[in-house]
């Protein structure tokens, strides 16, 4: 199975499961003030740039954007539009995470 089947599949579990879930946390984005270091790249778009910390999720975009995570298990982390710029998501546990930004979906290990 191609890399994008399996993030399509994946992403079609998580949309079907968090149909019956509930958001655990719906804005706990912040804005990151300062640079960004130890972080590690997962993709990188014309527009956006996705990386990870322990326990953090960040993005950098050129443009606003709506974005949505899911744990490997379709639950939804969190749903938000995010402005310009460097923001970052505090992920309670460890774990794979699925992220919908935008047209871009990517699947990242925290």
Not at 2 to 8: E, F, L, P, Q, V
Not at 21 to 41: G, I, L, M
Not at 68 to 96: C, K, M, N, W, Y
């Amino acid at each position: 199975m191609t890399a994008y089947r399996h993030i399509a599949l994946m992403m079609a579990i998580a949309s079907a499961v968090a149909a019956n879930s509930t958001p655990a946390n719906t804005s706990a984005w912040e804005p990151v003030r300062q640079e960004v270091r130890d972080a590690k790249s997962v993709v990188k778009d014309d527009d956006i740039e996705i990386f990870t910390m322990p326990s953090c999720i960040i993005v950098n975009s050129s443009k606003k954007i709506q974005i949505r995570v899911f744990t490997i298990l379709g639950r939804l982390v969190s749903e938000d539009t995010l402005q310009p710029g460097v923001s970052r998501l505090s992920v309670g546990a460890h774990g794979v995470y699925i992220i919908k930004a935008g047209e871009l979906t990517c699947k990242v290990a925290v």
